[in-house]
């Protein structure tokens, strides 16, 4: 397809191992093994396709990308052929000696996640005794090391209400840039949305506190502010437009236009196996199949925003309706809303417990006591 844009980064899903367990996990529900991972050398050829198609960026995210032995190597080759590097983790196993071979290589950027601000509060969402602590200790090493920083508060009904303590703590470790980010309901999370999803009131509040935060923190901390479209009255551009903006490779070489697309059906997304990343973002199908209008259905195809919100997410439209084309119900004219707003109901009942993801086994329901694992 002719006059298609480069992307502006690469995600680049090195693994999908990871120590914590978090209930709203982004990974697909079925993870892929340490055995179906790129080796290193096709990984480094995927870095270097990257970036002579136009990318900028390359964000090593996972699973826990700190799991993979050849990690700085990665690092040190995509430095090399000119992309700007960001490492996305959840930084328990980020160690002193790590950083170190991690500056070493050329890694330009750290991001953190942080389940909350109270230790056992945290910890209980990450199942993972320690985690909290462990993160302030990464992050501390971060800034020391002199790297750009960047926190990742992730947020949902159970820890909204120290929402202005996770602000301050990012600003007490230095960080330049704030995530305040809302669960994104599809995958692991939507498992869990009963648990995870905020009221109207909380969401209100919350963007309250941001809103005051921006204005009182301008020049030391740029917040963005990421929040559910359960409530919301017009869909987002999710991704900034399928296929638009941004490619996610997996750990097993299978190319995406988002993170979440596999939940898609009817699509076969091409491995970096066996094509190029140049014919995938150009030519592939499963790249193509939401670019530009002509595939919606109204009231997305003659409304005014379709080259603005480009019909929503894709995601959450099939994961709220079952159909991949239709419109997502964040918009209020969609024929489908009703089944966001049953959705939003429910956040009237307590929470349920959290339904956790066991790695190499089956889900397992908890709510009290962390557990450390490997």
Known sequence: MPGIDPPLALLAEVTHRCPLQCPYCSNPLELERAGSELDTATWKRVLSEAAALGAMQVHFSGGEPLARRDLEELVRHAVSVGLYTNLITSAVTLTAARLETLVAAGIDHVQISFQDVEDMAGDRVAGFKGAQRLKREAAAR???????????????????????????????????????????????????????????????????????????????????????????????????????????????????????????????????????????????????RFRGTDWMLEPCRSCERREVDWGGCRCQAFALTGNIRATDPACALAPDRKALEAAVRATEAPPPDFTYRRIGGEPAERAATPTTTG
């Open 142 to 288: 971060v800034r020391a090391a002199g790297l750009p920083l960047t926190l990742n508060a992730v947020m949902h009904r159970q820890n909204l209400a120290h929402l202005p303590d996770m602000i301050e703590q990012a600003v007490e470790l230095g960080a330049g840039r704030l995530e305040v980010a809302h669960v994104q309901y599809y995958g692991w999370a939507l498992a869990n949305r009963a648990a995870l999803l905020p009221s109207r009131a909380q969401l209100d509040a919350a963007t309250a506190i941001v809103e005051a935060a921006r204005e009182r923190l301008r020049g030391r901390l740029v917040i963005d502010y990421v929040v559910p479209d359960y409530h919301a009255a017009l869909p987002k551009a999710c991704m900034g437009g399928w296929a638009r903006r941004f490619m996610n490779v997996t750990p097993s070489g299978k190319a995406l236009p988002c993170h979440a697309a596999e939940t898609l059906p009817g699509l076969e997304f091409p491995s970096v196996r066996e094509m190029s990343l140049a014919a995938i973002w150009r030519e592939s199908d499963a790249f193509n």
